[in-house]
């Protein structure tokens, strides 16, 4: 069941139909929990349709099962550049705590594969943001005197 439907998954992504890819990889990951590939290929599904938290939760599972999975770390750290940039506030600021972790995924990429040119160069990106991060401004609330 969960081999069927995680092939039924594969064919629909290709087809470029995500949501009967989502149902697919829901139903395998629902028939053998522990079928990762399934798990991951539903947190890319989500993360493609826009779902960034059901994404990077799927994603949190996968590298539970597996801590050495390339791709999900890479993923992880794109979907949580993507999630800091649409919930930056109103002055553009990205909340420090997402490109720690976004920064933490790349190195992770680079930890298990060294020659990850794409993590590489967001890694770089991710430490120039964090290097750059303006703490939020803080009104003042004193009497002056």
């Known amino acids: 069941m969960a081999h069927d439907s995680y092939q039924e998954g594969i064919a629909a992504v290709q087809a470029g139909d995500f949501q009967s890819a989502m149902r697919a990889f829901r139903q395998a990951v629902a028939a053998d929990p522990t079928h990762t590939e399934a ?27 597996d801590p050495n999975h390339v791709a999900a770390h890479y993923n992880r750290g794109a979907l949580l550049l993507q999630k800091a940039q649409l919930e930056a506030d109103e002055d553009g600021q990205i909340e420090l705590s997402v490109l720690q972790q976004a920064e933490a995924a790349f190195q992770a990429v680079m930890r ?34």
Do not use: C
């Not at 539903?42 to 539970?64: C, K, Q, R």
């Not at 990850?116 to 703490?135: G, S």
């Open 39 to 65: 798990r991951y290929k539903l947190a890319w599904v989500l993360g493609m349709s826009g779902y960034l938290d059901p994404a990077l939760a799927e994603l949190e599972a996968v590298l539970a099962a």
């Open 112 to 145: 298990l594969d060294p020659t990850d040119q794409r993590a590489f160069a967001f890694l770089n990106l991710v430490k120039r943001a964090i290097r750059n991060h303006q703490p939020p401004t803080q009104v003042s609330s004193g009497s002056g005197g």
